[in-house]
């Protein structure tokens, strides 16, 4: 499911208009896009959490070389996805 067919999928459930929908999906992405970047934790209840995760730098290889290849720390978006989610998934 892309992001459209996401949209739609929530405006024929909610029996909100399209548009609507569209600007409470885009305002939702944005909220917890911004949350990240500040280095917050977004717990959806039932649903799941998404956080910002640390890697460290490391000593990785060009698989075409062979040549070693510094790679820089980083931050990871991580979602974990809660119990409620799993059982629905797993039914």
């Known amino acids: 499911m892309n992001k459209n067919e996401l949209i739609t999928s929530a405006s ?3 029996g909100i208009s ?3 929908t569209e600007e409470v999906v885009k305002a939702t992405l944005t ?3 911004t949350a990240l970047q500040n280095g ?3 717990k959806l209840p039932g649903f799941g959490t998404f956080e910002i995760r640390n890697r460290s ?6 698989p075409r ?3 070693t290849v ?6 990871s978006p991580v979602f974990k996805a809660g119990k409620v989610l799993k ?3 797993n039914k």
């Open 12 to 14: 024929e459930i909610s």
């Open 18 to 20: 399209k548009k609507t």
């Open 31 to 33: 909220a917890i896009e």
């Open 40 to 42: 917050e934790t977004v």
């Open 57 to 62: 730098a490391r000593v990785g290889k060009n």
């Open 65 to 67: 070389t062979g040549e």
């Open 70 to 75: 510094k790679i820089p720390a980083s931050k």
């Open 87 to 89: 059982d629905a998934v």
